[in-house]
C-alpha cells in the first residue's frame, strides 16, 4: 500500500446494513478465522498471550455492513463459532472504516474508543490483551511482485 | 530572536517492539519501555517487553544512534524487593543507557551495585523542588530527573537554574490528577494502584456497560462516568470520573484531557530544558508514530532559532485527534497560581 494512501472515516449507507443482516454471516466469519489462523502459522501472535483466549467467545461486529462473526480459539486454532449461545466474552463494535483505518494501523485504538467510533464491551481485560497482542505484531512487509514488462 | 544551542531530547513511549520501532523510524532521540511485571507503572496485559524483545529493541535503536531508557518506576513491595533489584541487575545486563528509577531505597541499591550505570529520577519520584534533585545527585548521582506535571514554566526554569541535573518534562499525552508516586485513588476502588502493582485502574476491574443511549465505566463495580453516544470517552480512572457533590454531577477532580506544549515550545528551550517526554507506553504504534513525528517536526523546525517558529495547524489536528478527551491543555506550565 502506497505511504501516501489514507483511509478516510466514511459510513456506509444504512440500507446496506438492512440488506446485510439478512446476508449468510458464514463466508466473512471464514474469512476472519482464516486471517487469524493464517497470522498464528506466520507466528506473529505472541504465544505467551495466547493461552488467555483459550474457550473465550468473541464478536466481531461491522455495524454499517450489519456483517457480524462469531469465534473462539480453542487447542491452538481459531474456530468459528455460527449460532453463539451465550453472550460474547470479548465483543468489537465499529463501522467498516474504522476496522480498516486499525488494521492499516492508520488510527490507534485508544483514539477510536476515545472519539466513540469504536466499541469495546465485556471483559475488559482480554479486550487489553487483545488489543496489545495485535499492536506487537510486526507486520511482514508485502513481497514485492515484479512487474510484467520489466 | 535567538539561537538554539541545542535541542532537547524526544523522549518517546514504547509499549512493544513495533511502536519502539515507529519511535525511532520516526524521530526520536531515546525511547523509554519497561518490562512485562509490575516493576514499570504501566503493566497492562499484553504490554511491554521480555528479555528477547528488549534486546531486538536495543539493537534497533543503538543501530541507529538512539538512546533506550528502560522504566522500573514502580515501588518495592513488601518482602519482594528482589524482584525489583534482578530488575535493575538485568536492565544493566541488557546495555540500557539509563535506567528510570522512583524508589530512593531502590536508588541506593542501583548507585552502590552498578556506579557506572546511568540513572534518572522518574516523575514517579516526585520531586517537585531543586532540593529533592540534588538530594538525589548527591546520594545516588542521578544524572537527569523527570519533573511532575505540576509545575507552572517559571517553576521548572527556577529548578534548573538551581541544579546541575538535567531536567525532563512532559511534553505530550494524557493528564491525570498528577499526585505521581503518591496516588493511591485507584486503591480506593480496587485495592490496586500504579505505585503497588504498577496498574491504574487494572482492565480486570473495569467495566464498560452499554446501555441504550449511554455507556457507563465502573470501576469494581463503582459507578465512575456514564457517557451519551457523542460524547467522547476517556480512561475509566477515578480522577476522571463525574461525580455527584453536593447535588452537581460534574468532573469533580480532574477533566480528561490531554497535555500538548506545541504552544510553549521556544519557551520550554529557552530555559534550558535537556528532554521532553511524551506519555503513553499503553498506546499503540500508530499513536507513537503520529506523536512523534509531529513533536519532532515542531523541535527541528526551532532548530534555526524561535524567530518563525508557528504552531502549523496540521501539527495541532493531528495531536488533537490522539487526545483523551479530545481536548488539549498547557496543564500546570500556565497557569496563574502556585
Redesign the interface.
Known sequence: MSPNFVIPRFRLPAFIARVGHKLPQWPHTLALVGALNAALKLRLL?E??LA?LEDKLFRVRILDTGGEASYTFRNGLFRPVFQAQREPDLAFAANLSAYLQLLA???????L????EL???GD??L???????L????WPALPQLPLPGR | MFLMPTLPDLVCPA?????LKAAVDNGADAVYLGFKNDTNARN????NF?QKGMSEGIRYAHGKGREVLLAINTFPQAGRTDDWRKAVDAAVDLGVDAIILADVGLLDYATRRHPQQRLHLSVQGSATSYEAINFCQREFNIRRAVLPRVLTLAQVEHVIRNTSVEIEVFGFGSLCVMNEGRCWLSSYACGESPNTVGACS???Y?????QPGA?ETRLNGILIDR?G??????YPTLCKGRFDVQGETYYALEE?TSLNVLSILPDILKIGVRAIKVEGR??????V??VTRTLRAALDALREGDARYHVKPAWQSELA??????QATLGAYNRPWR
Open positions: 505472541p505467551s498471550e488467555a494501523r492508520q488510527e490507534d485504538p485508544d483514539t474508543f476515545f472519539n466513540r466499541e469495546i464491551t475488559t481485560e479486550g487489553l490483551i487483545v488489543k496489545n497482542m499492536d506487537a505484531v510486526e | 509499549g512493544s517492539l513495533p511502536a497492562f496485559a499484553g504490554l521480555d487494572p482492565a480486570k473495569v467495566k464498560w456497560d452499554k455507556m457517557f453516544d457523542d460524547e467522547p470517552a476517556g480528561p499503553q498506546r499503540s504504534p500508530t499513536y508514530t503520529q485527534k490522539v487526545s483523551e478527551g479530545s
